[in-house]
C-alpha cells in the first residue's frame, strides 16, 4: 500500500562552472519530456524518531546506514541553525541523480532537504539565510563552501555567484533555444579528488585570461550575442587539470562541434558532461552519440535538457 504524503518537495539538477565561470556559474536543468531530473523527497508524518527511506534508480549509491545520508545531516544542521528543538518526521528519498557524478547530486539533496524543512516548518529563515545554509552543508561535501550548484538548484536558472556580496547570487540572462545534452557515463567521480588535481595558484596573465572569458560570457548574454556567448565558452582553470580524469573529453569535443555543436564541456567536476546545441533535432543527435560513445554502464544517463527556470518547491498532487 502507498503512504500517504503530507508533502512532496523537488530540487533540480545542476550544472557547476558551466566551463568558462569556475565556482562561479551554475545553471540548473530540466529535460524536455518534462520529467523530473533531480531529487524528490516526501514529507510522510510527525514520529517520535527521525526515520528516512529511499527509493530511485541510483539509490545503490548510497549509504545504507541512512543517518549517513544528507537528507538526515541536512534535518539535524537545520534544527541546529534554528536554535530549538523539531518535531521528528518520516521521510522518503526518491534519489533520481547519481553520486559523485557532476551533476550536483548532494547539491541537489541538501537542497530539497533545507527547502523543504523551511517551508514545512513554517518558514523561519529567508532565503539568502536557507541559501548559506546549503552552501555550508554543501561545502562539508565537496571539501570547500561554494554556491555553483546549490544556488541554482534552489533558485532556478543561470546563477552568478557574487563573493562578497550580501545578495550571494544574481541570475542572467539565457538563450531559450539551447538544449543541453547532459550525459554521465555511469562512473563516479569524486569532487574533492577532482578539486584535488586543480592548480593552487594562477600567474597574473592566467588570472586576467579568466576573468576576461567569463566578463565576455556574461556581456554576450546580456547584449544577446550568441556567437560571442558560444566563443567566450573556455574552461581556463579545471579543465587542463582534470583531462587526464576524462580523456575521452577531446576527441568527443572534436567529433562533435564539427557536427555543429556549440560546445561540449565538464558538467561540474565530472565525469558528466554537457553539450551545448542550438536546436532540438541537433541536441537528440548529439544524445544518442554521446550514449553510444561515452556511456560505460546501466548506470548511464543521458537527457536533452532545457535551462530549467524554477529551482526548489513543493510539487502539488
Known amino acids: ?86 518535531p521528528r518526521l518520516s ?34 529563515f529567508t532565503q539568502t539565510q536557507l541559501l548559506t545554509l546549503m552552501a ?19 533558485l532556478g536558472g543561470l546563477q552568478l555567484m557574487l563573493p562578497e556580496s550580501p545578495k550571494l547570487c544574481r541570475q542572467l540572462p539565457w538563450f531559450a533555444h539551447w538544449r543541453v545534452v547532459l550525459c554521465y557515463p555511469g562512473t563516479v567521480l569524486s569532487t574533492k579528488a577532482a578539486r584535488q588535481v586543480l592548480p593552487q595558484q594562477l600567474s597574473l596573465a592566467h588570472s586576467i585570461a579568466f576573468a576576461g572569458t567569463l566578463s565576455r560570457f556574461i556581456s554576450a548574454l546580456y547584449s544577446d550575442d550568441e556567437q560571442d556567448a558560444v566563443s567566450a565558452l573556455h574552461d581556463l582553470i579545471a579543465e587542463p587539470a582534470r583531462l587526464p580524469l576524462i580523456p575521452e573529453l577531446l576527441s568527443l569535443r572534436q567529433t562533435l562541434m564539427a557536427e555543429g555543436v556549440a560546445h561540449l564541456g565538464i558538467s561540474g567536476a565530472g565525469p558528466t558532461l554537457f553539450a ?18 561515452y556511456a560505460k554502464n546501466q548506470d548511464a544517463l543521458t537527457v536533452v535538457c532545457r535551462l530549467a527556470t524554477l529551482g526548489a518547491r513543493a510539487l502539488e498532487d
Open 136 to 154: 555550508i552543508a554543501e561545502g562539508g561535501v565537496s571539501g570547500s563552501v561554494h554556491y555553483d550548484n546549490v544556488a541554482p538548484s534552489y
Open 276 to 293: 551545448v546545441c542550438q536546436n532540438e533535432a541537433l541536441a537528440t543527435e548529439t544524445a544518442d552519440y554521446l550514449q553510444r560513445h
Open 1 to 86: 500500500m502507498q503512504k500517504q504524503v503530507i508533502k512532496r518537495y523537488y530540487a533540480p539538477a545542476s550544472t557547476g562552472n558551466v566551463s568558462v565561470g569556475f565556482d562561479l556559474l551554475g545553471a540548473a536543468f530540466e529535460p524536455i519530456d518534462g520529467s523530473l531530473l533531480g531529487d524528490v523527497l516526501d514529507i510522510l508524518a510527525e514520529t517520535p524518531q527521525l526515520s528516512l527511506t529511499i527509493s530511485g534508480r541510483y539509490v545503490h549509491q548510497l549509504p545504507a546506514d541512512t543517518t549517513e545520508n544528507l537528507i538526515t545531516q541536512a534535518f539535524y544542521a537545520f534544527e541546529q541553525a534554528l536554535g530549538k528543538p523539531l
Open 91 to 124: 521521510l522518503h528519498l526518491h534519489k533520481n541523480l547519481p553520486v559523485g557524478s557532476g551533476l550536483g547530486s548532494s547539491a541537489c539533496s541538501i537542497v530539497v532537504a533545507f527547502y523543504a524543512f523551511n517551508d514545512y516548518f513554517g518558514r523561519p
